[in-house]
């Protein structure tokens, strides 16, 4: 039984994406010549590796354990190639960060900018997720770093607190709630809403909690950026729910005010996670380090 890095490679593609289509696009390679190493990798161990399913592929037990020592033996790679390389031509290596709506839009920008502007060999691949996705994703190996609301199941993971961030609703300056100090989201899940676009992860947490509750929500639009929602809002379309720090930033510009949610789960701090910082290659922890050199004060 022989596979080199590139079968590894290949068989956690084809789990994190679900067909051997994509996992080929990924790795860089024909359909035929991905299909010829699972084939290969099949007949090597004597076990199927995965079930062709009418959409895609689904690993098998066996593929699932290759799957996990694959990871583990990439980390370990990435990780060694990291350390070396900062003895040579400095820190080469990518980066796999998700992060939640609130995150990718209020905090990690100007953050990523300035250390990717101090590290021209390091990539970050950036995902959007919504919070319970990312701390499987990290449990699971299939990213680096998360930046998550603390409402999510964090087990087993290794936790630093980066920023308090409170959702709160928002409504235009002139609306019958904009004199109301606190409300629930279920006082006011009749009325019409203005939320982020499909996929976004604010919007799933929010309309999550709404079914939930048995008050989905009705939308009256749906947008791409919470400036765009405030701004929406504050043309009397409807309400929304934002994090915090967007509201203050766009109350003047947009005219909308802030009304506080007593909802549990509006109440929440984002923090850093990471599965175990001593596995990670070297940039890896340079980048967590960066990130948390510009978290809230406790």
């Not at 033996?73 to 990435?78: C, H």
């Not at 409170?166 to 409300?183: F, K, S, Y």
């Not at 019409?192 to 008050?215: I, M, N, P, T």
């Not at 765009?228 to 994090?243: K, L, N, S």
């Amino acid at each position: 039984m022989r596979f080199d890095l590139t079968d590894l490679r290949l068989c956690l593609d084809v789990q994190e994406t679900g067909t051997i289509t994509a996992a080929a696009a990924r790795s860089h390679m024909t359909l035929a010549a991905a299909s010829e190493r699972i084939r290969g990798m099949e007949d090597a161990l004597g076990v199927p590796l995965m079930t062709r399913k009418r959409r895609g592929v689904e690993l098998t037990p066996a593929g699932r354990t290759l799957a996990h020592h694959a990871r583990t033996v990439l980390l370990q790679m990435d990780r060694l190639r990291g350390d070396l390389e900062q003895y040579g031509h400095g820190l080469r290596g990518h980066v796999r960060l998700q992060c939640n709506t609130s995150a990718l839009s209020e905090y990690l920008p100007e953050s990523l900018a300035a250390f990717l502007a101090g590290h021209r060999a390091i990539s970050i691949d950036l995902e959007e997720r919504v919070s319970r996705d990312i701390a499987d994703s990290l449990r699971a190996g299939l990213c680096d770093i998360g930046v998550l609301a603390d409402s999510a199941d964090l087990h087993g993971l290794q936790v630093h607190p980066f920023r308090p961030d409170p959702l709160t609703l928002i409504v235009p300056r002139d609306h019958e709630l904009a004199q109301r100090g606190r409300v629930s989201l279920s006082e006011v899940a009749h009325l019409d809403f203005v939320g982020l676009a499909e996929g976004s992860a604010l919007q799933a947490h929010v309309a999550g909690h709404a079914r939930r509750a048995g008050k989905p929500l009705a939308y009256r639009i749906r947008l791409r950026s919470l400036e765009a929602v405030c701004r929406m809002v504050g043309q009397g379309i409807g309400i929304g729910v934002v994090p915090r720090a967007a509201a203050l930033r766009h109350a003047r510009g947009a005219g909308i005010r802030r009304v506080a949610l007593t909802d549990p789960w509006a109440r929440r701090t984002l923090v850093l996670a990471v599965r175990d910082a001593a596995e990670l290659p070297g940039y890896v922890v340079e980048l967590m380090r960066h990130i948390l050199a510009g978290a809230a004060p406790p």
